[in-house]
């Protein structure tokens, strides 16, 4: 339901969803899949939150998102971030609060 809830706004939110371990790759690959009724009225994903779960990894993957100007990560186990988060991503926001980080990319 959030992956078609984020194919109509541009907003997928994952937060509170018991998620653990990696950030799935269905999210990252959100841009490519279908899901919308059709394909071309799919709006891309704009803002992510996967705050409030357990997971301890993002994968470089999230690169691939690139038209995501908001990313929520706040209170999960992170340990790091890719520096693709950085690199890849049109950030105006992020969140990364109540996490286990010790640096951030350069």
Known sequence: RALQRCAESGVLNLSEQHLSGELPASVCGFQEASHAENWWEQCPVLKLDVSHNALERIPPEIGRLVECASFIAREN??????????AELPLKQLNLRHNRLEALPC
């Open 77 to 86: 186990a992170l340990q790091e971030v890719p520096p693709e988060v950085f």
